[in-house]
């Protein structure tokens, strides 16, 4: 399954009142811009909720290719609109941070900030169509609040062929809204290069370190986990957003995106370190999560620093207990974790990532605006409970 995301999705979330219904679309109603950035984050997801109809509308109704095909435009209507709506759009929100914060103010204007838009929902339709597959491998129940697009419609298995679409109409959209600009191949190699990555990660997410289905320790290091994290999480949640209004912006040279590639790649590390902390040690009343990667049998940073910094004996009751879904066996390795100190080491971690990106970005090349680089550490530095 994903990685959960319930602090990255923290970072970008606005609750934002209230909502119109728009030919079955629930969408938020675009507010008045006050003063102050808190009014612009408000107003941003707002007017990005604004256009989903519009762009829904544009992509089904009006796609040529559907044309004459009315029982395949009312099917996808109903798939892009079910599996759209509803969530934290927190990767079309940080891409469109990026976009503000990057671009010379001579290019904001009314068609330009739509093209962003469409950018950010392009991004978010591609995190739809990975979890859309992701709920049905996972045979999850819910997503968003309400029950996952495998379990309605009787659907089962046959969801694929939805998720397949959603996969193939990211690059209609990015086609229909991009075709005539200069940064148009680019875009479409890097959401390649994404979709490609995330699904590298999925594989070996799910065969590196186990041997028969079952979690086997011996596999699990330092080393793995970062791979995991790079590919599945990575290039899906900080990756992605950057690069694509770099491109947008005319900061695509192959230079900038290599000069910001390790720092983007190493913060989703960092951000997954982070979640993998909180679904052990988190509030569940703030994060509104109840983790189960022990029980789950989860390649997380903890079991990997705990394998590292154990002694032999605690690393036998690491491997009676991790992995079982059991409260008992939970509560005793999570007692193990407080007895080898991984609360402190996660905050000598935490401490050297934050030291060591905010380094990096000071020596990335004048041209690149560091504003996104910068927000995003500022935000996940110390959200840890």
């Known amino acids: ?46 007017d990005l909720e604004a256009v ?36 934290k759009m927190t990767r079309g929100l940080l891409f469109l941070d990026s976009f503000h914060k990057m ?17 950010a929902w392009t991004i978010e339709l591609l995190l739809s169509a990975i979890l859309l597959i992701d709920d049905m491998m996972d045979e999850a ?38 075709y005539d600009k200069p940064y148009y191949m680019n875009v479409v190699r890097v959401f390649e290069e994404v979709l490609h990555k995330t699904n590298l990660g999925q594989v070996i997410d799910m065969h590196a370190y186990t041997t028969d289905g079952k979690t086997d320790l011996s596999k699990v290091t330092k ?53 993998d902390f909180i679904d052990c040690f988190g509030n569940e009343s703030i994060t509104g999560k109840y983790g189960t990667d022990i029980e789950d049998g989860k390649c997380t940073w903890l079991l990997a620093t705990a394998l590292e910094k154990g002694t032999p004996e605690q690393i036998e009751v690491l491997k009676k207990n991790y992995g079982i879904k059991d409260k008992e ?8 974790y407080n007895d080898i100190g991984m609360v402190e080491e996660f905050k000598k971690y935490e401490k050297e990532i934050q030291e060591r990106l905010r380094r990096e970005i000071e020596l990335l090349p004048t041209e690149i605006p560091k504003g996104p680089f910068v927000t995003i550490l500022d935000r996940l530095r110390g959200r840890n409970h």
Request: hydrophobic share 40%.
């Open 223 to 275: 080393e793995q986990v970062s791979l995991i994290a790079i590919y599945k999480t990575s290039y899906l949640t900080t990756y992605i957003p950057v690069v694509l209004a770099m491109h947008m912006v005319g900061l695509g040279d192959p230079r900038f995106i290599e000069a910001v590639k390790n720092i983007l790649l190493e913060t989703g590390v960092y951000f997954q370190a982070q979640d």
């Open 52 to 87: 989903l109809p519009r762009i829904i509308n544009e992509a089904i109704v009006e796609n040529p290719i559907l044309e004459g095909l009315p029982v395949v435009q009312d099917w996808y209507k109903k798939v892009f609109e079910y599996n759209l709506v509803g969530g």
């Open 329 to 336: 066996c939970r509560a005793i390795v999570k007692q193990l």
């Open 141 to 178: 129940y819910t997503r968003r609040g309400h029950d996952c697009w495998y379990r309605t419609n009787n659907l089962g298995p046959k969801a694929t062929n939805d998720g397949l679409f959603m996969e193939a109409a990211i690059f209609e959209f990015l086609k229909k809204y991009f």
């Open 1 to 46: 399954m994903l990685p959960s995301r319930k602090l990255f999705n923290d970072l970008f979330k606005f609750s934002i009142k209230p909502v119109l219904h728009f030919e079955g679309l629930v969408v938020t109603k675009a507010v008045s811009v006050r003063h102050g950035n808190t009014s612009q984050k408000y107003q941003r997801r707002a």
């Open 103 to 119: 671009a010379d103010p001579s290019m904001i204007n009314k068609r330009t900030v739509f093209e962003a838009q469409a950018m």
